[in-house]
């Protein structure tokens, strides 16, 4: 009798084995932040092909699944793979070999970083540097050409300010852009000093020398694209919204991505050229599951660090301007009526109070009212009160970068006054509208890495934990609210909440492990946590060893 009990008890054990779901990896004992609609966490969860096919209890999983590959995470925390909302991919990573000026402290500062890059490539024609400030130098003005004059007469000097809408050039620049003193360009300025084109140039007055850029070979853009890609995955992004595309960079890396050299997936905002829109409103909407296209990047104005954010009343501190927006209203309208016609996105760069203000009551024209369209501004800055209603109303999608507060804080007063500042980054404000905000970087403007982000979104501090108590405090998210920004708000705001941006079943596996769960640490703690892993679709893309 024994006997046969036990033969029964070892044909269910075998019976039970052979019932278990076959999986490519199996993770347990984790912190897993699912961020389901629950807000849930998990200990396990499981892999097949390039999705999540269960995500629960260690238990549940470990009874109901096998692989050859199961993971003990050692109680690491786990999160969906970061999405950055708003960032310039392509222009990163072929801006990687240009001359870094981030935190230069003067412009003799900038001036040595170049002369040392140029003694390194002497026979290069251009040289071209990003991430000046004059906000952080002594000397707050903008600088001007004549030193680049003295050291580089013979080469093409283009250095872009860190906000990218203002680029400092020499007397060969201006000369190869064909722009003199007497040059006028809507939605532009040729800054002016001493009766001549100083070398600043700011928005649209930039693109008559970037037309003029010797374009790179295809082999340097693919080696470009993938170190950039790498430095992504080292901090966990693994999908983000490139904003300006035009359709061969779009079709450069959609190739790379279809034979495997490419796998950041990539949301596609078209610039608006003639040859761009003739193109994908013939073609439609483009999916892969690494590539989609189905919306357009629209300049409103500029930015406020160069002054050029179009404002409803003059600058505080230069009380002859109050910026300038980069395109006609008429264009503007214009480009949203036809957008509609052929049902894409329109997401438009508005930093001004005034540039919100008429783009969305552009919007509020051909949304009328409650709608499923997310229409976007991308950055929403300075919003007065008597607009921000207007989020609410037509369902408009505010794309917000939470280190543009830590960056701007120590002169954004200076720039808008006492009152203005207080409708300044107003995240919280602009959350009540949606219940949703999305959340990027704007990389290369500011630092790619996502956790730096999240650090000041929800403790609106610098890397050096100022100021204390935090920058206007009232508006920080709460670390649920950051999180869901980087991950499900971002994919929905990309029309793709039900294949990423969370861990649950039949979503797209990707996912980041990091060395500290940021949903715990003080908040002094967040920007030193190291990203562990980053997997994208099953497959793991990085490694901190």
């Known amino acids: 009798m024994r006997n046969n009990i036990l033969l029964v008890f070892i044909a269910t054990l075998l019976f039970s084995c052979s019932e278990k779901e076959q999986a490519d990896f199996i993770f347990i004992n984790g912190q897993v932040y699912q961020v389901n609609e629950g807000f849930e966490k998990a200990e396990a969860f499981a892999i097949r092909n390039n999705k999540f096919i269960a995500v629960g209890s260690e238990k549940d999983i470990l009874n109901n699944f096998k692989s050859d590959s199961t993971i003990d995470l050692a109680g690491a925390a786990v999160y969906p793979g970061f999405i950055d909302g708003h960032a310039h991919f392509y222009r990163y990573s072929l801006g990687l070999q240009d001359v870094d000026l981030t935190g230069t402290q003067s412009f003799n500062e900038v001036v040595q970083r170049l002369q040392k890059h140029a003694e390194k490539y002497p026979e290069d024609n251009w040289l071209f540097g990003r991430g000046w400030d004059q906000n952080d130098w002594e000397n707050k003005e903008f600088p001007d050409k004549d030193t680049l004059d003295?050291?580089?007469?013979?080469?093409?000097?283009?250095?872009?300010?860190?906000?990218?809408?203002?680029?400092?050039?020499?007397?060969?620049?201006?000369?190869?852009?064909?722009?003199?003193?007497?040059?006028?360009?809507?939605?532009?300025?040729?800054?002016?000093?001493?009766?001549?084109?100083?070398?600043?140039?700011?928005?649209?007055?930039?693109?008559?020398?970037?037309?003029?850029?010797?374009?790179?070979?295809?082999?340097?853009?693919?080696?470009?694209?993938?170190?950039?890609?790498?430095?992504?995955?080292?901090?966990?992004?693994?999908?983000?919204?490139?904003?300006?595309?035009?359709?061969?960079?779009?079709?450069?890396?959609?190739?790379?991505?279809?034979?495997?050299?490419?796998?950041?997936?990539?949301?596609?905002m078209i610039s608006p050229t003639e040859a761009n829109m003739n193109y994908y409103f013939g073609k439609g909407h483009y999916k892969t599951d690494f590539m989609h296209v189905r919306s357009f990047k629209i300049y409103g104005d500029g930015a406020l660090g160069s002054r050029g954010a179009s404002l409803l009343h003059p600058y505080s501190d230069m009380p002859e301007t109050k910026g300038f927006l980069l395109s006609e209203v008429n264009t503007f309208d214009s480009l949203a009526k036809i957008i509609m016609a052929k049902n894409f996105q329109m997401n438009t760069h508005c930093i001004g109070d005034s540039s919100n203000r008429v783009i969305t009551d552009i919007y509020a024209k051909y949304l009328k009212g409650k709608n499923d369209k997310r229409w976007r501004i991308e950055h929403a800055q300075v919003v007065t009160s008597a607009d921000i209603n207007k989020f609410g109303s037509y369902n408009i999608l505010p794309s917000v970068q939470p280190t543009h507060a830590t960056s701007d804080m120590y002169w954004a007063e200076d720039r808008l006054g006492e009152q203005r500042i207080k409708t300044a980054y107003a995240y919280q404000d602009l959350l009540k509208q949606n219940g949703m905000l999305i959340l990027g970087s704007d990389f290369p403007v500011e630092d790619i890495n996502p956790l730096y982000g999240f650090h000041a979104a929800i403790a609106r501090q610098d890397e050096e934990n100022y100021p204390e108590g935090g920058f206007q405090p009232e508006n920080a998210l709460t670390r649920e609210q950051a999180l869901k920004g980087m991950t499900i708000w971002a994919a929905f705001g990309q029309f793709e909440e039900n294949e990423k941006g969370s861990i649950e079943k039949d979503k797209l596996a990707d996912f980041v492990i990091l060395d500290q769960d940021i949903m715990e640490i003080p908040y002094e703690k967040i920007r030193a946590t190291k990203v562990m892993e980053t997997w994208v679709g099953g497959k793991k893309v990085y490694e901190n060893k």
């Open 150 to 268: 003295i050291l580089f007469p013979n080469k093409v000097i283009m250095l872009h300010r860190v906000d990218a809408h203002a680029v400092l050039t020499n007397s060969k620049g201006l000369q190869t852009a064909g722009i003199n003193a007497n040059t006028k360009i809507a939605g532009g300025e040729v800054v002016m000093k001493n009766g001549e084109a100083s070398g600043v140039l700011i928005d649209n007055a930039i693109d008559a020398l970037s037309e003029k850029i010797p374009e790179a070979s295809l082999e340097k853009k693919q080696e470009l694209l993938q170190q950039g890609q790498k430095n992504c995955f080292s901090v966990g992004i693994t999908s983000l919204a490139d904003a300006g595309l035009d359709r061969k960079q779009v079709e450069l890396m959609d190739g790379m991505q279809k034979n495997g050299s490419l796998k950041m997936r990539t949301y596609a």
